[in-house]
């Protein structure tokens, strides 16, 4: 007997057991009394159809005992859009789960279809920062918060949602400075308040957010790569082709850079904001940034690998191949020889050319 078998709420449904393969099966999962019962009756009901509270009650009951089932997911959701329950009990439902297990993806996309449905992102940064405050880098949260700007153009920075909604929260941010310890609003303060009052977020807040996770840790690859996708990602603006956007972005991977040289992060999001505003061969001014880090081209001291790595393209666009062919073996075989095949390869293509 059990819980399900002992419900008259159920008595009309046959429960559908596991298969594993016959009765005697060669490898039987191990599942707990109370997860087969469940599943068995969860079978029964998929395979009739059924729409029902009792079923989307059951669904709530394995999603607890089994977070990461995809199926349960699917079904749940289904229910939810064929039955008129209040999508902000199951927005609410739905935070203590993913509270509970942040590295759940299946409670994403289950979150997504619902705010969709839903037609408001009100709330939801502030429930991303909340979850980032548990785990800075958590590539499920970042997604959708993503996917949030996008649906619901939250780069959008004229009329209301422009620069003066956050001239709003002054006093609240100076009372935040406290508590971050003078770096700016914390994050658990921005969680809590839910960031500047309005509805719809701005580009601007969107930056000010990504320079705030950067200062906390400056190899937060998340946040550089949500900072490049809010800076190029708008359809309707022209991103980095922006002379004031471009020096902007370039000065502040090049402050980071500075910060922790060896750091790979700012120096890829400096060569994507080069690359997407004057194409591959923009690198070449990054040159006397480069040589801050390097010392004799590579005989001296070499504070950045990832400068010389730079260096090295940048000689080879410049014709100087001797130069680039040396740092390329100084990469292999001094700085970062864990990816000494990769150097090498890179010092081969410069074979056959001839030196400026």
């Known amino acids: 007997m059990g819980q399900y078998t002992d419900d008259p709420k159920w008595a009309d449904v046959t429960p559908f057991p596991q298969d594993d393969g016959g009765p005697n099966p060669l490898a039987a999962i191990s599942y707990t009394e109370g997860y087969a ?44 859009t064929s039955l008129p329950v209040a999508l902000a009990q199951e927005i609410a439902w739905l935070n203590a789960i993913a509270l509970r297990h942040q590295k759940n993806y299946q409670i994403w996309h289950h979150r997504q279809h619902l705010v969709d449905r839903i037609g408001s992102p009100i709330g939801e940064i502030a429930f991303v920062n909340r979850m980032l405050k548990g785990d800075a880098k958590n590539y499920h949260v970042w997604s959708y918060r993503q996917w949030l700007v996008r649906r619901f153009g939250l780069w959008d920075v004229e009329g209301e949602n422009g620069r003066g909604d956050l001239d709003d929260d002054d006093e609240d941010d100076d009372e935040d400075d406290e508590e971050g310890q003078g770096e700016g609003p914390s994050l658990a303060s921005r969680a809590d308040h839910g960031g500047p009052p309005a509805e719809i977020r701005t580009r601007t807040t969107e930056l000010e957010e990504t320079a705030l996770y950067i200062a906390q840790d400056v190899r937060n690859n998340s946040a550089w790569n949500h900072r490049f996708f809010i800076v190029n990602g708008d359809p309707a603006a022209q991103g980095v082709k922006d002379p004031a956007v471009y020096d902007r972005e370039v000065a502040f991977a090049k402050e980071a850079i500075r910060k922790a040289p060896q750091n790979q992060s700012p120096w890829s999001y400096l060569k994507g904001i080069v690359d997407r505003a004057k194409g591959r061969e923009g690198v070449v001014e990054l040159k006397a940034f480069c040589e801050e880090f390097v010392e004799g081209q590579g005989e001296g001291k070499v504070r950045s690998s990832h400068a010389l790595d730079l ?46």
């Open 37 to 80: 019962e469940a599943m068995s009756y969860l079978r029964a009901v998929m395979a009739a159809n059924e729409m029902s509270e009792r079923a989307l009650e059951l669904t709530e009951e394995i999603i607890g005992m089994n977070p990461a089932h995809y199926t349960v997911w699917l079904y749940r959701l289904r229910i939810i």
């Open 311 to 356: 260096l090295a393209e940048i000689w080879g666009r410049e014709r100087r191949v001797a130069e680039a062919k040396r740092a390329y073996q100084l990469l292999a075989e001094r700085y970062d020889p864990i990816r000494g095949n990769y150097w090498n390869y890179l010092r081969g293509r410069l074979e056959g050319q001839s030196a400026a």
